[in-house]
């Protein structure tokens, strides 16, 4: 029985493997931004709610 060995191909340069590895970063850097933007709402919009029922004055 005769024995074969596959060497792995490698496929492009080092330079692909570098830029699909900063992907996910990219995207988690969208997500934060995203989330910093909706929590900033909800903070406003939260406050608002709040005052709508505190007592003014003699009420």
Do not use: H, Y
Not at 16 to 41: F, G, H, M, S
Request: glycine content about 8%.
């Amino acid at each position: 029985m005769s024995e074969q060995t596959f060497a792995a191909s490698t496929t492009g340069s080092g330079e692909e493997d570098t830029q699909a590895a900063l992907r996910p970063q990219a995207k988690n850097v969208d997500l934060d931004a995203l989330l910093d933007d909706i929590d900033a709402v909800l903070a406003t919009d939260a406050q608002a709610f709040v005052q709508g029922f505190v007592q003014k004055g003699g009420q």
